[in-house]
């Protein structure tokens, strides 16, 4: 007993452990052990100020607002239901939107090469004048020796 001012007693009523390092609850200004200093540990009667937390949706990653007294799951699932840019089930847009304009070619890309000369769209593998067999006005492009 050559320190009897050093460490305080667990606040909690079934506890009253003495620690050398306790914890103040910064919700009611008390002192807790380890094993108590949680709100819920000690089942602080001021958590409410102290302890908000904003959920986040799990598909957009937005956090989602909670008013007092809702409860963050059911907003969550309303924020996904209306307004979730995320959504599965929501349609999303095309990446690959332009098609390639050679007969007999589906492939699609997601810039559009057009041809300078024809103005066609066409695929990475016909994009120049001979490889779909551009003709400018009347006369047919030949290879360049």
Do not use: W
Not at 97 to 120: D, I, N, P
């Amino acid at each position: 007993m050559e320190f009897p001012d050093l460490g305080k007693h667990c606040s909690e009523k079934t506890c009253k452990q003495l620690d050398f390092l306790p914890v103040k609850c910064d919700a009611c200004k008390q002192d807790f052990c380890k094993d108590h200093f949680t709100y819920a540990a000690h089942k602080c009667p001021f958590a409410f100020q102290k302890d908000v937390q904003v959920p986040v949706c799990p598909l957009c990653n937005t956090p989602i607002p909670v008013k007092k007294g809702q409860i963050p799951d059911v907003v969550v699932s309303d924020h996904i239901d209306r307004d979730c840019d995320s959504h599965p089930g929501k349609k999303k847009e095309k990446i690959f939107t332009y098609r390639c304009s050679k007969e007999g070619c589906k492939k699609k890309e997601m810039l559009q090469m057009a041809c300078a000369q024809c103005h066609g769209n066409f695929c990475i593998q016909h994009r120049h004048p001979l490889d779909h067999s551009c003709r400018h006005g009347s006369r047919p492009t030949v290879k360049a020796g």
